[in-house]
């Protein structure tokens, strides 16, 4: 619906009913000495055409995937999005639906939280899952409160290769608690796991780690779990949901905490948002779990129905006994990524997974064809990521690449000054060979 302001008549009828005579006296309690004593410095009003056209030019000004060619990732990602999901997600019963407080009107809501919910236990390999959390880096801090309550420590070891981002916000999260997170370091862009034994100790709460990692690098996950068991100290998984499809649970090698962003799961990059985070555990920690979980149960005449059969926020218990403060699940969101795996099934999920790695590792060999490129971690395996090193610097190779309708890869030097002239690209199975074809042409000043 279109804004329609309120005309000088309409706004002095609505004063003079309530008794007042200006817009000022409706803030009369506010001190002066806290408002602003000068006009606010706005652009003065258009008219509702010159506004669309206004709009519509500043609106250009964006690079975005449906007119560039993209090998940015790094936690945002493009893959491809088959038509019945914005088809079947633009029903009115669902974008409109509410929070499922009324569990008798709110089956098809209820019902569609609860397959995601299994989706992602089946994705992950893990006993139950929430309806979803806001996105990947607040399902990662929620996760390592969640063993902080579980383990009653508070020291934490975090990789160093886990998204900058996740890492900032998870800080947030422990410095409010007065938690403790200390990074690994990383060495051939891999978690360093001799350093991580060294660390690894008694008042260790949980190992947090990201595969693939932020530099597209697939950790040795066993072996950082064994060393964990070792200590008795929890993992947390944070993981891209799409080598869930080709890799072993991680639910059977002994994670305890499965999180992650759902965005790669039939969700648009919508210039950063809204996404989905996803959180799975096993069933004993279930308890710890934060917002809400949607189960089944029977009524008096043995009739199945789904419930919220499990709220750990502060409004629904006490205070203290929360786990969480998290309000709202994704629910739209939860749902898109819902049909998106139904949708493609697990062959499908293995498939996209595999022309990741496939179109990547390509694009790795003819980029390492480029005289001053090379593979900066050539013996480390990969998904759909990988870093470049160059002796260009990455600010004027993305300027060429943007000039010729490609969007280029990240500059890592921003998040690691050591990595300065690193490149961080992203290849998905919506990429083409055609497309990286020019990729290596453009970068190599031929187009």
Not at 325 to 330: A, P, V
Not at 353 to 380: F, R
Request: include cysteine.
């Amino acid at each position: 619906m279109n804004f329609v302001p309120h005309t000088q008549s309409e706004k002095r009828e609505m004063l003079a009913s309530i008794g007042i005579s200006s817009t000022d006296e409706l803030f009369r309690d506010i001190s002066p000495e806290v408002k602003l004593a000068e006009e606010l410095k706005l652009f003065p009003g258009l008219d509702e055409m010159s506004l669309r056209k206004e709009i519509t030019m500043i609106s250009q000004e964006n690079a975005h995937v449906d007119e560039y060619v993209s090998f940015l990732g790094a936690g945002a990602y493009e893959h491809f999005r088959p038509a019945l999901i914005d088809h079947l997600l633009l029903r009115s019963e669902f974008y409109t639906a509410y929070t499922p407080y009324q569990p008798e009107i709110s089956q098809g809501t209820l019902q569609a939280i609860f397959e995601f919910q299994t989706a992602v236990c089946e994705l992950t390999g893990m006993d139950v899952a929430n309806a979803s959390m806001y996105d990947g880096a607040t399902a990662l801090a929620e996760a390592i409160i969640m063993a902080a309550g579980q383990t009653r420590k508070n020291k934490f070891l975090i990789s160093s290769t886990i998204h900058p981002e996740y890492r900032e916000v998870a800080k947030t999260y422990a410095w409010a608690r007065g938690m403790e997170l200390l990074e690994i370091p990383y060495q051939q862009g891999l978690t360093d796991t001799k350093e991580l034994e060294k660390m690894l100790t008694t008042d260790i709460g949980a190992v947090v780690i990201q595969n693939p990692n932020f530099f597209g690098g697939i950790e040795s996950l066993k072996n950082i779990v064994e060393l964990a068991q070792k200590n008795k100290t929890m993992v947390i998984l944070c993981a891209d949901p799409m080598l869930l499809g080709l890799l072993e649970a991680p639910g059977k090698i002994g994670v305890d905490i499965v999180v992650g962003e759902g965005q790669p799961l039939g969700i648009p990059i919508s210039f950063g948002g809204p996404y989905l985070g996803f959180i799975a555990t096993k069933e004993k920690f279930i308890r710890r779990m934060p917002g809400r979980i949607v189960g089944i149960a029977q009524d008096r005449k043995g009739n199945e129905g789904f419930i919220l059969t499990l709220q750990a926020r502060e409004q629904h218990i006490r205070r203290e006994k929360a786990s969480s403060n998290i309000c709202s699940n994704q629910a739209l969101c939860a749902l898109a990524a819902t049909i998106y795996l139904s949708t493609l099934g697990k062959s499908g999920i293995k498939e996209v997974a595999e022309q990741c790695i496939y179109k990547a590792h390509y694009a790795k060999s003819v980029l390492n064809d480029i005289p001053g490129v090379e593979i900066a971690y050539p013996n480390t395996k990969s998904f759909k990521e990988f870093v470049v090193k160059t002796e260009e610097s990455i600010e004027s190779i993305n300027k060429r690449l943007l000039d010729a309708g490609i969007i280029g890869g990240l500059d890592l030097g921003e998040f690691y000054p050591e990595l300065k002239n690193h490149m961080l690209l992203c290849v998905t199975e919506a990429r083409s060979k055609i497309e990286i074809d020019l990729l290596k042409r453009v970068w190599e000043g031929e187009e």
